[in-house]
């Protein structure tokens, strides 16, 4: 209630902020229209767009920016800097950049941009295009960019490029002038260093013209596959192409890229999802490649169908899994791989590129920033649907491997490292993938799994489509589990404290055994410790810490559970009660799942039959 006395300054003040409070995870809108014409005998591409954009913003935007990320290579660009000068670059750029010639450098270049059909001054700095507005955009109002450029396509480095190691003539991603995403944060006008990506929610109208022989694949649904042919067309359609270029037109809506390959020898096939999407495979179909794509396809339905059943329905009806590219990388409804290569390795990388559809297509965390968020959770999910059809004891062995191997190199930084910034191409590696999947699958253990299960259901229903940051995601897992769990993405993710829990003692007295556990490690978490009596029979012993605020849901209904009072984090050992003797027990063990990411898991498990001197009995 607002008390009639109040002045007119602090009414004012209350009603703008509010304003603010209801309205700060507002978001951008852009819609594309863009013509291009791609000459494959000198790789050069001439263009037009036009941007529509909408200030959904209570801020007045005086500037906007734009990414040019093919101008990042070349010789001397801070992509070519910065991957000559990290101890353990990316093998696939290395010092490669500094090499270009000419002719193989790529380079964007605006030959002129209108806001509302006037000029504006703008200024490149890189992979950066900052321009001064012709009028300033003020809050909930629309502006209309008109854009000429002129591209070069790279030789293939990473990611965007021409004629890669296996032959495919064009990989076009980051390939056009892209507005840069503008939030409750400001402007994130990222230069394009190596690394991950943020773009601003929209529709694409792209038409594409190319040489008649080659075959386009990419973000989108074609929208002339009559005229187009390469089995595109109705049955029983004839379809007549002239000797000059082919137009491909594309529209994608509500998506935050646009992506597309194009080579003369892609073979196209289909399969269809139950209860969809319809997927779309391109490649060369050659001895490296028939065989285990045809394969592959069917892994890839299989794929779909868990992701769909344990992470939510994917949003779109159709998707395209496509030979190119330097690896695997994630675009709006497609992913580009390499095509050749052991069954194994190919469904692999399929199956994470295909995950990224989940976390950073529809759910589109900031990835620049959060990297752990697209890379991490998706590195989780993958392993859990390949394990589906290609079973394994542990699916995340190992992202715990790799993390537990780079603590031990002293590498480790925190996971709060914007993805560009991190010192060694280890750390980003393992901390992004790894420690990512690491802080899901260790939540699972500490919320309990049919938790953890419902709250990733939850978390992608309520944020499809709204870019989530991290507090969004643990909000819904304690709204979910009814505990607290800032504490936990504060020391995962925020710092480089580990966990390692010890069993320092069992003392018998008066017919009852004392366990002493011991907090060796910086970060706390709560415990099961499971007891295996000599009989055969268990029981887990349940240590909440007071953090959480309560205990996680009894996962295994077979073992008896007691459940302790929490364990405050501030004090290093927590000693605990079984109304049994000492002689009664085989083993103890801490965290039996493995769930925990603790460094030292030697002194997780006490075998009685090796103590029984290192016991005392009073």
């Not at 790279?154 to 076009?172: F, L, V």
């Not at 050659?286 to 396809?297: D, G």
């Not at 990835?367 to 390949?386: I, Q």
Request: charged share 20%; aromatic share 14%.
């Amino acid at each position: 209630m607002i008390k009639k006395n109040l002045s007119p300054l602090l009414l004012t003040l209350f009603i703008v902020s509010g304003s603010y409070a209801q309205d700060y995870r507002w978001q951008q809108r852009v819609e594309y229209t863009m013509d291009v014409q791609l000459n494959v005998a000198s790789h050069q591409m001439s263009g037009t767009q036009k941007l529509v954009y909408y200030n959904n913003s209570p801020d007045t935007l005086g500037k906007v920016y734009y990414h040019l990320n093919f101008n990042a290579f070349q010789p001397g660009s801070m992509m070519d800097v910065r991957s000559r000068a990290l101890p353990d670059p990316d093998r696939r750029v290395a010092d490669r950049i500094s090499k270009l010639t000419d002719s193989e450098i790529g380079y964007q270049h605006v030959k002129s941009l209108l806001q509302d059909g006037k000029a504006v001054s703008y200024n490149v700095t890189g992979t950066i295009l900052e321009v001064t507005l012709a009028k300033p955009m003020l809050p909930k109002t629309k502006t209309v960019f008109e854009m000429k450029f002129e591209s070069q396509v790279p030789i293939q480095i990473r990611r965007s490029g021409r004629d890669n190691k296996e032959g495919i003539a064009y990989s076009m991603t980051q390939w056009y002038p892209k507005l840069a995403e503008y939030d409750f944060q400001g402007w994130h006008a990222y230069q394009y260093v190596a690394r991950e990506f943020q773009g601003v929610w929209g529709d694409f109208d792209v038409t594409i013209s190319i040489d008649p022989s080659f075959m386009i694949a990419g973000t989108g649904k074609l929208q002339n596959p009559d005229k187009i042919g390469f089995g595109y067309e109705k049955p029983g359609t004839t379809v007549v192409k002239s000797t000059s270029d082919l137009q491909w037109h594309f529209v994608a809506k509500n998506v935050i890229d646009f992506a597309w390959t194009a080579d003369p020898d892609y073979t196209h096939d289909r399969v269809l999802v139950p209860n969809g999407p319809e997927l779309h495979f391109f490649y060369q179909k050659n001895e490296k490649t028939a065989e285990t794509w045809k394969k592959m396809e069917d892994y890839a339905v299989k794929t779909f169908q868990y992701l769909n059943e344990h992470f939510g329905k994917y949003p779109f009806d159709t998707y395209s899994i496509i030979q190119g590219g330097d690896g695997g990388m994630e675009y709006p409804m497609c992913t580009l791989i390499m095509g050749e290569g052991s069954l194994n390795g190919l469904t692999g990388v399929m199956a994470h590129e295909v995950t990224h559809s989940w976390f950073q297509m529809a759910l589109a965390s900031n990835e620049a920033l959060y990297p752990w968020m697209d890379e991490g959770f998706t590195d989780f999910a993958s392993s859990e649907a390949e394990a589906s059809f290609l079973p394994q004891e542990n699916p995340h062995a190992r992202n715990y491997a790799s993390y537990f191997a780079l603590v031990a190199s002293g590498l480790q930084e925190p996971a709060s490292q914007a993805a560009d910034h991190f010192n060694t191409t280890k750390a980003y590696g393992t901390i992004a993938y790894s420690m990512g999947s690491i802080f899901l699958n260790q939540l699972s253990y500490v919320i309990g799994k049919e938790n953890f299960e419902k709250g990733m259901i939850r978390y992608y229903n309520t944020w499809k489509m709204r870019h989530p940051e991290p507090n969004d995601f643990i909000r819904v897992m304690e709204k979910v589990s009814g505990l607290q769990l800032h504490w936990y993405l504060r020391y995962w993710i925020g710092t480089t404290k580990r966990i390692d829990y010890g069993i320092n003692s069992v003392i018998e007295r008066e017919g009852s055994t004392y366990i002493t556990l011991e907090r060796v490690g910086e970060m706390p978490m709560p415990i099961d410790l499971l007891i295996t009596y000599n009989d055969g029979s268990k029981e887990m012993y349940y240590v909440s810490m007071n953090e959480l605020f309560g205990n996680k849901p009894q996962e295994d209904k077979t073992i008896p559970r007691i459940e302790n009072t929490p364990w405050p984090w501030v004090n290093p050992t927590y000693t605990l009660k079984m109304l049994k003797p000492v002689s009664s027990i085989a083993t103890l063990e801490i965290d039996p799942s493995q769930r925990m990411a603790d460094i030292n898991r030697k002194n997780n498990k006490w075998v009685m039959a090796d103590k029984t001197t290192e016991y005392k009995e009073n």
